[in-house]
């Protein structure tokens, strides 16, 4: 199905419904397009920071701790 007739159907949907609940899918589609908005911004976030240099120097950091150094271990 496409973008148009996904939002035809919507409509048609929502102006067989009263106001107030017709105010409460406008909400939701807000909602989930806010959500879509941050996920998007966070996904850029990570692309840049994995493509940046400003934290070379930790992958030639050699390791510390090993797992055998872990006095318990958690699963989960």
Do not use: C
């Not at 959500?35 to 940046?52: A, W």
């Not at 400003?54 to 872990?70: G, H, K």
Request: glycine share 4%; net charge negative; aromatic share 8%.
């Amino acid at each position: 199905m496409t973008k148009q007739a996904i939002i035809e159907r919507t409509l048609e949907a929502i102006n067989q419904l009263p106001v107030d609940k017709a105010e409460e899918i406008s909400d939701f589609a807000e909602f989930v397009r806010k959500r879509h908005e941050e996920q998007q911004l966070t996904e850029g976030i990570q692309l840049l920071i994995e493509k940046g240099t400003a934290f070379e120097f930790l992958r030639d950091e050699e390791d510390i701790y090993t797992i055998a150094d872990l006095k318990e271990v958690y699963n989960g």
